[in-house]
């Protein structure tokens, strides 16, 4: 089946740096991709929607200058959080759209996420 | 707007005891309905969707949903639990026609006691 794969699973920085998380579909093509954040004891957040080759679709409330986002290939989408701080760490999942073989119907395959601890 | 109640945060069952999560949704057209299962640090598998047809689908892992229209839920049921399947489960909901803005409830952590 689909396979998204998510790196790094786990990352320390210290504030005001940047951190870059990719996202690869191995053994599809994804033309869009979802990132969302998921706070401790609370539900995923979808935070924007990538889509390859063009700029993504942040949702609102969600700082497109804090949370770089960049599809340049039909298979990777990257995050970038810019000058982290603090209250930016949290575990971030991306996913993507694939089609499901046996119904024929779209089928988000989720990556195993990344989690961002800023000191 | 599309929402999804989970009204259990945490549920524990022992091994062996029959299982049911509940799910409620609100939304103003035909919906499509996942269950989602979260390991401890991972991300999500889905377990199974419902998108027409049956209302009652079968996933993976021996979960079954029921989709209940007059009821507006989707439960998520398994006969038998396994200490294996202590993790946490979120149900979501989605417009028709894909996965666009699919919306996640806040979950249900299971536990399983032996």
């Known amino acids: 089946g689909a396979v998204v794969s998510q790196h790094p699973s786990r990352v320390i920085c210290k504030s005001g740096t940047s951190v870059k998380i990719e996202c690869r579909s191995l053994?599809?093509?994804?033309?869009?991709m979802f990132w969302y954040r998921q706070f401790p004891k609370k539900s995923l957040m979808l935070m924007a929607t990538s889509n390859e080759g063009s700029k993504a679709t942040y949702e609102q409330g969600v700082e497109k200058d804090k949370f770089l986002i960049n599809h340049a290939s039909l298979t990777l989408s990257t995050l970038t959080v810019t000058s982290a701080h603090p209250e930016d760490s949290s575990f971030y999942i991306c996913?993507?759209?694939?089609?499901?073989?046996?119904?024929?119907?779209?089928?988000?395959?989720f990556g195993a996420g990344s989690r961002l601890t800023v000191l | 707007a599309q929402s999804v109640t989970q009204p259990d945060i945490h549920i524990t069952v022992s091994e062996g005891a029959s299982l049911e999560l509940r799910c409620n949704y609100s939304?103003?057209?035909?919906?499509?309905l996942f269950w989602y299962v979260q390991s401890p640090g991972q991300g999500l598998q889905l377990l199974l969707k419902y998108f027409s047809g049956d209302t009652l689908v079968q996933g993976i892992k021996g979960f079954e949903a029921e989709f209940k229209r007059s009821q507006s839920s989707f439960n998520l049921r398994k006969p038998s639990v396994h200490w294996s399947d202590a993790a946490e489960y979120f149900c979501?909901?989605?417009?028709?026609?894909?996965?666009?803005?699919?919306?996640f409830g806040t979950g249900t952590k299971l536990q399983v006691i032996p």
């Open positions: 996913s993507a759209r694939s089609r499901d073989l046996s119904s024929g119907a779209n089928v988000l395959t």
């Open positions: 979501a909901v989605g417009p028709s026609g894909g996965y666009q803005k699919v919306t």
């Open positions: 939304y103003g057209a035909t919906p499509y």
């Open positions: 053994d599809f093509q994804a033309t869009t």
